[in-house]
């Protein structure tokens, strides 16, 4: 955390030394009754954002924008060290991209952007930009941002490391809310990323991507070592302008090291007649990553998504774990809670998944599962609650391992599937005993 005490003229940042600023620098203001010929001082502020884009900051240099009022334009930090950007004078500060970015950080170094509200003129109605990029910097805070009306993603981060993420507010955009990626041939150059406490709401998808998937909550590709915590995701991709492969609300991508947990995805959506629109995912190309003590319910694609797509470097490696899907996977084609894909067709590129622990309840699809193309080994599922409507296991489960799940299964003859599955383990409820589970699972803590 960054604290602050105030006096007239400077500040003491406790905490800046964590970031390796110092507290050394000049403290430059920004006001819209200022003038850009001024020298910047509290007393004689600087009127627009390129005031501060055309000064040479320095070390342990701080910008405060007048908070409660507005300001045009990109502000455009290059080549920069040890500084802060924030706000002063209560409030937030506005910063109003247009059709363009709000904040722009290039090949910066222990900076923080603090207390901010970015804007721009809106993913139909003129903007064509990320809201703030951080490209190829190090060690960056982006704290208490509000980030809405951009075309691309709210923040995006490119082949940068050491890059933290918190209570970043990211909504009403276009691509993401918040999107992480680097070298297309590379997990390595954007590394070292936390996102803590974020939200990303509302972005419903990019209107010029008629190629690929739009409307991502949160979505990370091509990086390593990557912690998402406390996040939640929801309304995410109804307006994506396709038919085809479609957003998730919290996932990742040609990614290793990958931790998400502690974190809430629901009432996420994808175009009609679309593809996903799931809570969580781990897809192409990710390894030795986790989703754990998550929560996903709603979601019109599947509420865990185990992917592998044709030309993704191989899958492997991955936990599904002490996770809880609700009712999810029922528009789009997942049709269950958990669902497996694997468009390669090859198993040796999609291998060794544990899922365990978790408590999938379904009223109206399956529990788990498949898609037709769903090549695969060394997955294993055991531990978990799993209670389907119609069907328990949807698709080939093929040569996966079950042992110790629960089974239970809402209307139909599907237990016998599950039977042959882990032998007698399932349950089938009367309709006049659906009441009363749903009470056991409730008070259970399943539901």
Same mark, same amino acid.
């Given at each position: 955390?960054?604290?602050?005490i105030?006096?007239?003229g ?6 800046l ?32 954002v ?21 300001f045009?334009g990109?502000?455009?930090i ?53 809201g703030?990029?951080?490209i ?17 993603s709210?923040?995006?981060?490119y082949a ?7 209570r ?35 972005n419903?998808?990019?209107p ?7 409307g ?6 091509h ?22 492969? +479609?957003?998730?609300?919290?996932w990742c991508y040609?990614a &290793? *090291?990958?931790?998400?947990?502690? /974190?809430?995805? @629901?009432? =996420? %959506? ?9 809570g ?16 996903s ?16 470097s191989?899958w492997?490696?991955?936990i ?15 049709? +269950?809670?958990i ?6 067709? &090859? *198993?040796?590129?999609?291998?060794? /998944?544990e899922? @365990?622990? =978790? %408590? ?5 699809e ?19 609650i ?9 698709g080939?489960?093929?040569?996966d ?5 629960d ?7 599907d ?9 007698g ?21 399943v539901?």
């Amino acid at each position: 955390m960054i604290a602050f005490i105030w006096r007239p003229g400077y500040f003491i940042a406790i905490g800046l030394l964590a970031l390796g600023l110092t507290a050394n620098g000049r403290n430059y203001y920004v006001a819209a009754n200022g003038n850009d010929g001024s020298d910047g001082s509290r007393a004689h502020p600087w009127k627009t954002v390129d005031a501060v884009s055309r000064m040479r900051l320095r070390a342990g240099d701080s910008v405060f924008f007048r908070g409660g009022q507005t300001f045009a334009g990109t502000l455009k930090i290059e080549n920069a060290h040890g500084v802060w950007i924030g706000c002063y004078g209560g409030g937030a500060a506005t910063i109003d991209g247009g059709d363009s970015s709000a904040v722009v950080l290039y090949r910066a170094q222990r900076m923080s952007v603090s207390g901010l509200r970015l804007v721009g003129a809106g993913r139909k109605t003129g903007n064509i930009k990320n809201g703030l990029s951080v490209i190829e910097c190090d060690h960056i805070r982006v704290k208490g941002v509000d980030i809405t009306g951009f075309q691309k993603s709210g923040l995006f981060i490119y082949a940068s490391g050491n890059v933290v993420a918190d209570r970043v507010y990211a909504h009403e955009n276009g691509a993401a809310g918040i999107s992480v990626e680097g070298p297309f041939d590379s997990k390595k150059v954007s590394h070292d990323l936390k996102m803590v406490h974020c939200r990303a709401d509302d972005n419903p998808g990019d209107p010029t991507n008629l190629t690929n998937h739009s409307g991502n909550g949160i979505v990370c590709g091509h990086c390593t070592r990557l912690l998402i915590e406390y996040c939640s995701a929801t309304n995410n991709g109804w307006d994506m302008p396709r038919i085809g492969n +479609g957003p998730v609300g919290i996932w990742c991508y040609e990614a &290793d *090291s990958v931790i998400i947990r502690h /974190c809430l995805a @629901y009432e =996420n %959506k994808t175009s009609p007649g679309a593809a996903d629109g799931g809570g969580f995912d781990l897809d192409g190309g990710v390894t030795n990553s986790v989703i754990e003590e998550c929560l996903s319910y709603g979601n019109q694609g599947a509420g865990y998504c185990i992917f592998q797509y044709w030309g993704a470097s191989p899958w492997y490696h991955n936990i599904i774990r002490n996770n809880i899907s609700e009712d999810d996977g029922g528009v789009s084609d997942a049709r +269950g809670g958990i669902y497996v894909w694997n468009s390669s067709g &090859d *198993s040796t590129q999609f291998y060794d /998944c544990e899922v @365990y622990n =978790n %408590k999938v309840y379904n009223s109206r699809e399956a529990a788990l599962s498949y898609s037709e193309k769903s090549a695969r080994h060394g997955f294993r599922f055991y531990n978990n609650i799993f209670v389907g409507a119609d069907s328990l296991i949807r698709g080939d489960r093929g040569v996966d391992r079950f042992w110790g799940n629960d089974w239970w299964v809402l209307h139909g003859d599907d237990h016998v599937r599950a039977d042959a599955a882990e032998h007698g383990k399932a349950k089938y409820v009367k309709p006049a005993q659906r009441p009363a589970l749903s009470y056991k699972l409730w008070k259970e803590g399943v539901l």
